[in-house]
């Protein structure tokens, strides 16, 4: 017989007692600004979180419509929207190449909380992109080169024989960007902020602005949703 798979229990009305107290003294989320909300979500996070604060999982879509998603870090937040890079042949690149649409999700479980973003997806400038390329270290700039990123890969002596071929093509000097790397940003169309209350009646805020305007210049308009 299969041993089920064990699945934590429901919180008991005690557990949610004990979070009320701590609960009722959280202010009303503001409806000022998302991108200065995520931020200061985002810097708690980076001072609470075990590791990789900046996590986000992406959701694309593929030829067929089904739906894709796996986690990447985010590298940029400002007010034009969410900055990643990736490899632009891999599955997420022709993804959204394709269909340039995207959707993310922050999980911070040490703060319970959570951000979901939807939005247009277009690619970064090339200056971003070499901006932040040199940033990386070196390992990581030949990993880059030497991936072919969502192809298969026979075993991983391939892997380590081309980061040991790209390491001597390039020697000591300057390793450049590759055409096929660069990165994305995803305009939010709309961006949702969960936290949780006690009984499960949790706080959803909702910033939203018209998808015919799209971009940075829109205005948010705001409104709460049911738990």
Do not use: C
């Amino acid at each position: 017989m299969t041993e089920k798979t064990l699945i934590p229990a429901s919180p008991s009305e005690d557990d949610y007692v004990r979070q009320v107290a701590q609960a009722e003294a959280l202010p009303q989320l503001p409806e000022d600004d998302p991108i200065t909300l995520f931020n200061a979500w985002l810097a708690e996070a980076l001072a609470r979180e075990p590791n990789d604060a900046n996590a986000m999982s992406l959701a694309t879509v593929d030829a067929d419509g089904l739906p894709d998603v796996r986690m990447v870090l985010l590298k940029d937040a400002d007010a034009r929207g969410f900055v990643f890079y990736t490899n632009l042949d891999s599955a997420k690149g022709r993804e959204l190449v394709a269909n340039p649409k995207a959707a993310l999700l922050f999980h911070w479980k040490s703060l319970r909380r959570q951000v979901r973003v939807r939005g247009t997806v277009s690619a970064v400038s090339p200056a971003e992109a070499d901006a932040y390329w040199a940033t990386r270290a070196r390992p990581a700039q030949l990993g880059a080169w030497a991936s072919s990123q969502s192809r298969p890969l026979p075993d991983r002596l391939a892997l380590e024989k081309k980061i040991a071929e790209f390491g001597l093509k390039f020697g000591l000097g300057k390793v450049p960007r590759p055409r096929h790397w660069s990165g994305f940003r995803v305009a939010p169309q709309a961006i949702e902020f969960w936290r949780d209350r006690p009984f499960r009646l949790h706080e959803r805020l909702v910033f939203a602005r018209p998808s015919k305007e799209g971009g940075a210049g829109a205005g948010w308009t705001t409104h709460r949703l049911f738990p």
